[in-house]
């Protein structure tokens, strides 16, 4: 029998063929489907859950020699990791030790699914018995009020932005473009804007429902929209990730000033300046300075001001502008907001679910920090109108995230109230086949 041999002295051996990296890139870390468990060649469920076990409990040194574990050939301890029996039949010695080693250091570090929690019902009697549950929103859950989300192929924000001619659309988010030109920025901030500040949608109805009945431990949201304040999601109970329009700073003099005061500025594509600076006087007449020039009689000219330049063939005016206003959004290149990291230290403790909802994953460092921050023995379940492929959460509830909401709360026997809200109408959830716990959520009354 082929078993897995270590040398505490040499390591493994080096396999240089290329496939085999080639291999690993391609597999490592994605979710397989269920047919994975009924191969005779590979590991079954029940083996999968005790071997997965045995590691977590006794580390991968003395995993590796026990017993239980040289009873099974490399290539099928391969499977129990996440490496399906096509990929390593054929492999020789050397290969599948490499294989084995990538696989099983990649369960270590990231979360592996629950395998005992698969099911819609899972979820339902989860959401019943949950005392502290983490919601981790984005853009997907503010798409019914007209608010694109980011990356949604043709209508999301992104796929917007190419008129800008920009190399990466998220440069619009980039601190160092909106420095040099804040009029990019302004040109498609009224998108992400609120319509209508006092309008939520059912998905956030949901989350004050759980508000509501003492279920939500903490709110992280990516959106920064404030759309969860006309929820009345309490700010004790929300950690806006990104920022939001609720506030804004002046770049140059550090003012601060309410959200709602841009907010024609921002449906106009105007830029916003501080009504507090430059100096009080040049504010009051709004008049041009005159640039310092020879006087008649032939006497020297004035010492110029700090803000003039030494150009005397420019016109003979120049205006005084005040600072830039920027909305207390986190871009790209600056530090997401300490209450952040607060929060996660304290939450890491207590929390007993985690929903992450309308959110493609995409963005660091929150994505890694919640899927991988917690502890692993808590649920994770993912609600999207996508599904995600690079992290291992326990159930992918797919559909609009208004919809399967609705049906959740009708599985659990809450009442879910919003005027977007068809109480009548029928809701299908069916498995994906071939693939483990995925669920797709629709309806034929209304299209999404």
């Not at 003012?255 to 600076?277: D, H, Q, T």
Request: proline share 5%; net charge negative.
């Amino acid at each position: 029998m082929d078993n897995y041999l270590y040398s505490e002295s040499n390591g493994f051996e080096s396999d240089k063929e290329s496939d085999v990296e080639s291999i690993l890139d391609d597999v490592i870390g994605v979710t397989h489907d269920i047919s994975m468990y009924d191969d005779p060649l590979g590991c079954s469920f029940e083996q999968t859950v005790e071997l997965r076990r045995q590691l977590h409990k006794y580390g991968k040194a003395a995993f590796l020699v026990s017993p239980s574990t040289l009873a099974f050939s490399n290539q099928k301890l391969c499977t129990a990791f996440g490496i399906p029996q096509m990929f390593v039949c054929d492999r020789s010695v050397k290969q599948l030790k490499i294989i084995l080693d990538r696989a099983i250091d990649f369960h270590i570090q990231t979360r592996s699914k629950l395998l005992n929690f698969s099911t819609v019902e899972d979820v339902s009697q989860a959401l019943r018995d949950a005392k502290n549950i983490v919601v981790l929103s984005g853009a997907g859950i503010s798409t019914s009020l007209g608010i694109p989300d980011f990356r949604t192929e043709g209508t999301g924000l992104y796929a917007q932005l190419a008129h800008l001619g920009l190399t990466d659309p998220q440069e619009v988010f980039s601190m160092s473009l909106f420095r040099e030109d804040p009029s990019i920025f302004y040109s498609i901030a009224k998108y992400v804007y609120p319509p209508v500040l006092e309008k939520f949608t059912p998905t956030h109805a949901f989350i004050r429902l759980l508000q509501d009945k003492g279920k939500l431990l903490t709110n992280y949201t990516q959106n920064v929209d404030n759309v969860e304040a006309a929820a009345g999601i309490s700010r004790d109970r929300l950690v806006q990730c990104h920022g939001s329009f609720r506030k804004a700073t002046c770049l140059e003099c550090g003012a601060r000033f309410p959200g709602p005061s841009l907010e024609s500025k921002i449906r106009a594509s105007k830029v916003p300046r501080c009504s507090i600076c430059p100096a009080p006087e040049s504010r009051q007449t709004g008049k041009k300075r005159k640039r310092g020039s020879r006087i008649k009689g032939g006497k020297a000219k004035r010492r110029k001001d700090p803000w003039e330049d030494d150009d005397e063939e420019d016109d003979e005016f120049s205006i005084v502008e005040s600072g830039v206003i920027k909305p207390d959004i986190t871009f790209f290149d600056e530090k997401l907001p300490q209450r952040y990291f607060e929060s996660l230290e304290r939450d890491r403790k207590h929390a007993d679910l985690i929903l992450i909802i309308g959110t493609s994953l995409q963005v660091d460092p929150v994505n890694n920090d919640i899927v991988h921050g917690f502890p692993r023995n808590i649920p994770q379940v993912y609600i999207n109108l996508k599904p995600v492929e690079n992290f291992n959460l326990d159930v992918q509830l797919l559909g609009q995230s208004d919809i399967v909401v609705q049906e959740l709360c009708r599985q659990v026997g809450w009442e879910l109230k919003h005027e977007l809200l068809c109480e009548s109408r029928e809701i299908h959830v069916e498995p994906i086949e071939d693939r483990l716990a995925r669920f797709n959520f629709s309806t034929g009354t209304i299209e999404y």
